[in-house]
């Protein structure tokens, strides 16, 4: 006997996570960037399920906090 997987496995995936339109308008960014990234395999962390994709709003905040860079102003010189 081969085991099945549950029915409601899918459904419950889609709701715990977001489209890529969803991840696109919480990045700030277009549908075909994110599929861009994706192919380049740059971006955050997304999973795929046969041909749906699916990320988590934990893993687009993870995105968002590994971009953050920090720029420390440079001292001016002092004229002698």
Do not use: C, H
């Not at 861009?36 to 971006?43: A, E, I, L």
């Not at 955050?44 to 041909?51: C, D, L, N, Q, S």
């Not at 893993?59 to 001016?76: A, C, F, G, M, T």
Request: proline share 8%.
């Amino acid at each position: 006997m081969v085991p099945t997987r549950p029915a409601k496995a899918k459904p419950a995936l889609k709701e715990a996570t977001l489209t890529t339109a969803q991840a696109a308008e919480f990045l700030g960014v277009t549908r075909q960037t994110l599929k861009n990234w994706r192919s380049k395999r740059v971006g955050p962390t997304y999973a795929k399920v046969g041909r749906d994709i699916f990320y988590s709003p934990q893993w687009l905040e993870q995105y968002l906090d590994s971009q953050i860079i920090v720029v420390i102003p440079r001292r001016k010189k002092r004229v002698a």
